[in-house]
């Protein structure tokens, strides 16, 4: 545990760097020896780089009885360029998806506002990825299920975020929502959000102590108060933890208040703990794996061991592994 948060550390002093900033916000490009290796670091994470890939994933977890939710990989595009390729890619997925499985996919699909325009320094920036957002919305009918779920980014972007959220409600009652245990005034959000399917998640992006527990024990608590509030009142609660301690605190809320295994679902990050989705899957729970789809890696490689520092482990496991492989194939003589 002191190696993970040495590390942990680590990445937070690396990133007081401009150019390794950079890159985590997906505004810089990297020299093409750290883009070797931070590309085959990043791949336990990264589920494809191409919108077909969302499609062939839906079909391998369905084999095992698990569900997907796919996005755009990458965060903050910063220009009108950038955004219509993440929309193109957007509906690419969709397409794949539904053309492989049109009636009987699970999948659904996920998207950062950020990413469709809401990062403009504009003051029409929340228009502008409204527009965005109502096309991808629109295009995700086609699918069985037709959810879309706008995940929820740093503090100064919840409530525009949100508000988004409940204008194309208004029209599309398939969206969704995200809130962060870690936010005071999540509770008072789940409440008047009630009608949306809600993702609830303990939070990752930094928050002032005035409006967020800062505490992992503050955060962890809050974690299952707002579950035991979501249990109660949200038609469709999707639990996003890779905490077998947390799991097993909601599966013993939700059989208290009666509530099936279908009536709420876990959902967990590409290449994090695999061993824990199958085992609720088998069990009979609703499972749904979250797989970022594209080539913004390094970003989001950098964002995800900020996130969790166990996520590092894995990293470095993986690059060992990847190092066996390339060293096995040298001659030896």
């Known amino acids: 545990m002191a190696i993970l948060k040495a590390a942990s550390y680590g990445v937070h002093a690396a990133l007081q760097y401009p150019r390794i900033a950079a890159f985590a916000k997906g505004t810089a490009k990297p020299n093409s020896l750290f883009f070797g290796i931070s590309q085959r670091a990043a791949k336990p994470f990264i589920a494809g780089e191409h919108p077909q890939d969302a499609a062939r994933l839906a079909d391998e977890l369905a084999t095992k009885n698990i569900h997907l939710t796919s996005d755009c990989l990458g965060e903050d595009a910063y220009t009108p360029q950038r955004v219509d390729e993440v929309k193109t890619f957007t509906k690419a997925m969709i397409d794949a998806i ?16 950020t990413n469709y325009g809401q990062a403009f320094h504009d003051k029409f920036a929340d228009k502008i990825a409204t527009e965005n957002a109502l096309e991808i919305v629109a295009h995700a009918q086609k ?6 779920r706008f995940d929820m980014e740093g503090p100064p972007l919840i409530k525009r975020t949100l508000r988004i959220a409940s204008d194309i409600h208004s029209t ?9 245990a870690a936010m005071f005034d999540s509770p008072e959000h789940i409440l008047l959000h009630a009608n949306k399917s809600i993702r609830w998640v303990k939070g990752a992006y930094s928050a002032p102590a005035d409006v967020a527990h800062t505490d992992p024990k503050a955060i962890e608590k809050a974690y299952l108060e707002g579950a035991a509030l979501l249990l109660d009142t949200n038609p469709r609660p999707a639990f996003a933890t890779h905490d077998p301690h947390l799991v097993e605190e909601i599966i013993k809320m939700a059989d208290a208040k009666g509530i099936p295994k279908d009536g709420y679902e876990f959902q967990m990050l590409h290449g994090i703990n695999p061993t824990l989705p199958l085992k609720l899957a088998k069990e009979g729970y609703k499972v749904r794996i979250y797989a970022p789809i594209g080539d913004d890696a390094i970003a989001y490689m950098i964002r995800r061991l900020i996130e969790r520092p166990e996520n590092i482990q894995l990293v470095l496991n993986h690059g060992l592994n990847t190092l066996k492989s390339v060293l096995s194939k040298l001659p030896t003589t």
């Open 98 to 113: 539904y053309k492989r499985r049109p009636s009987n996919t699970t999948a659904n699909i996920s998207m950062k506002l």
């Open 143 to 148: 699918l069985p299920d037709k959810l879309v």
């Open 172 to 180: 599309y009652p398939s969206v969704g929502i995200v809130l962060q």
